[in-house]
C-alpha cells in the first residue's frame, strides 16, 4: 500500500500514464469497477490523458525546435529556417504536427 502512494505522489512517465489509463479503460470495459469507484476511476483516467497531451505538447515544441536549430544555416534564425514550413502551411501543405 505504502509503494502504490509513493508511485501516486510523483508524476508518472508517458508510459506509466498510458498503461494506467489502459488498466483503467480494461476495468471499466470488463464491468469490473464498482459504482462507488466509477467517478474516481475516470476522474483518474482523466487526470493521465491530460498530463499526457501536456507531455506530447512539450515535446513536440521541442523537436520542432531542435529540428528548426539544425536545419539552419550558420548566421540564419530559427524563424529563417519555419519560414519554408509558414509559407506551406499558408498553402495548406504543411504537415500535421503529429
Known amino acids: 500500500m505504502a509503494e502504490r502512494k509513493k508511485a501516486r505522489d ?3 512517465s508517458f508510459r506509466e500514464a498510458v498503461e ?3 488498466a483503467i479503460l480494461l476495468r471499466l470495459e470488463a464491468e469490473e469497477v464498482d ?3 466509477l467517478s474516481r ?4 483516467a482523466v487526470e493521465l490523458i491530460k498530463l ?3 507531455k506530447l505538447e512539450k ?3 521541442e523537436v520542432r525546435r531542435l529540428v528548426a536549430d539544425l536545419e539552419t544555416e550558420p548566421g540564419a534564425t530559427a524563424a529563417d529556417a519555419a519560414a519554408p514550413e509558414a ?3 499558408e498553402e495548406g501543405d504543411a504537415d500535421p504536427p503529429f
Open 35 to 37: 459504482i462507488d469507484d
Open 20 to 22: 494506467e489509463v489502459e
Open 41 to 44: 476511476e475516470v476522474g483518474r
Open 59 to 61: 515535446t513536440d515544441g
Open 52 to 54: 499526457c497531451r501536456s
Open 87 to 89: 509559407a506551406a502551411a
Open 10 to 12: 510523483r508524476e508518472p
